[in-house]
Nanobody, 126 residues
Framework: QVQLVESGGGLVQPGGSLRLSCAAS????????MGWFRQAPGREREFVAA????????AYADSGKGRFTISRVNAKNTLYLQMNSLKPEDTAVYYC???????????????????WGQGTQVTVFS
């Protein structure tokens, strides 16, 4: 089992940047494929980005391609999401998720993940 804690959310103006972090504990971080999801009020939780256990492959939702970058440092047990050129529609609670997995296919469905953090709020406003 792994515990996940997100941080780095906040208020930002359109066009700004934020870097979210997800600190993992309780098990070997490199055993897990990781993902970022987000949920806006009144909407379902949606996929944002995913990365395989060894950073071999990544995947992004169309909404974030070219603006978001997912990365991880296994030695620091930490997952990141760099978000640039933020838009008001990026406003949501952002969650990191983990799945014990050594496949070389990023997991893009929320049903594929067993462990979730508590979320961090990102608000983009002018």
């Amino acid at each position: 089992q792994v515990q996940l804690v997100e941080s780095g959310g906040g208020l930002v103006q359109p066009g700004g940047s934020l870097r979210l972090s997800c600190a993992a504990s309780g098990n070997i971080f490199s055993n897990y494929a990781m993902g970022w999801f987000r949920q806006a009020p009144g909407r379902e939780r949606e996929f944002v980005a995913a990365i395989t256990w060894n950073s071999g492959r990544t995947a992004y939702a169309d909404s974030g391609k070219g603006r978001f970058t997912i990365s991880r440092v296994n030695a620091k047990n930490t997952l990141y999401l760099q978000m640039n050129s933020l838009k008001p529609e990026d406003t949501a609670v952002y969650y990191c998720a983990a799945r014990s997995d050594f496949a070389q296919r990023p997991r893009t469905s929320r049903e594929e993940y067993a462990y979730w953090g508590q979320g961090t709020q990102v608000t983009v406003f002018s």
